[in-house]
Each structure stands twice: as structure tokens, then as C-alpha cells.
């Protein structure tokens, strides 16, 4: 079983940046591509940004492109989300995912990630 443990959310300023981590402790992590969403209260899960299992291609929301990065260190099995310009729309619990099949391609639905971290809250205030 994989465990995937998120970290780094906190309260900050609009403008501001955070750097999200989400690290596997179990399980297989080079092989499978990742992906970040996040969930406001009373809305549902939406993507945010994935990055393939090579790390060579990445997708982003179009709400988070420009300010947003992700990137991988499979050394560390640990895949990051740095958020930068933050606005108080991207205030939510975010949370990492993996791809449910080793080697495939990224995508951006939540149902193909078969394994989740328990979240971290981001709250950025104006």
C-alpha cells in the first residue's frame, strides 16, 4: 500500500508563495505519474497540476498556470507543488495523488488517481 503524506500548507498573504510537498513512505513512486488537486468547502475536487512518471511532461489548470510549478524528486519520492502570486481563490485543502497504473500517461481526473494523501490546508487572505 502506498501512503502519501502532504505538507507545507499554511496561511498567507495574497501575493505570497508556499511550496507543497507530498511524500510516498510505501510503495513503488518512480514508476507512476502524480498529480495535485484541491477541494474548497462546498465545492468538488479539481485538478491542479501532474506530472508524468518520466517528470518530462507537466499539465496544469489553466486557474494556476504562470504561478504554479510542480516537479518530482524520485530519490526522495516526493513530489512538489510550488505556488507562487497566490490569490484567495486558491484557498483550499490540496491534496497529492497517484496514478492509478505504473508508466501511464498524466491526466487530470481525480477518479484515475488511486491513492491520496490526507491534505493540506492552504488559506491565502487578502
Known amino acids: 500500500q502506498v501512503q502519501l503524506v502532504e505538507s507545507g500548507g499554511g496561511l498567507v498573504e495574497a501575493g505570497g508563495s508556499l511550496k507543497l510537498s507530498c511524500r510516498a513512505s510505501q510503495g513503488s513512486f518512480g514508476r507512476y505519474a502524480m498529480g495535485w488537486f484541491r477541494q474548497a468547502p462546498g465545492k468538488e475536487r479539481e485538478f491542479v497540476a501532474a506530472?508524468?512518471?518520466?517528470?518530462?511532461?507537466?499539465y496544469y489548470a489553466d486557474s494556476v498556470k504562470g504561478r504554479f510549478t510542480i516537479s518530482r524528486d524520485d530519490a526522495e519520492k516526493t513530489v512538489y507543488l510550488q505556488m507562487s502570486d497566490l490569490i484567495p481563490e486558491d484557498t483550499a485543502v490540496y491534496f497529492c495523488?497517484?496514478?492509478?497504473?505504473?508508466?501511464?500517461?498524466?491526466?487530470?481526473?481525480?477518479?484515475?488517481?488511486?491513492?491520496w494523501g490526507q491534505g493540506t490546508q492552504v488559506t491565502v487572505f487578502s
Open positions: 495523488g497517484r496514478k492509478n497504473r505504473s508508466y501511464s500517461e498524466l491526466t487530470l481526473r481525480a477518479p484515475d488517481y488511486d491513492f
Open positions: 506530472i508524468s512518471w518520466s517528470g518530462v511532461y507537466l
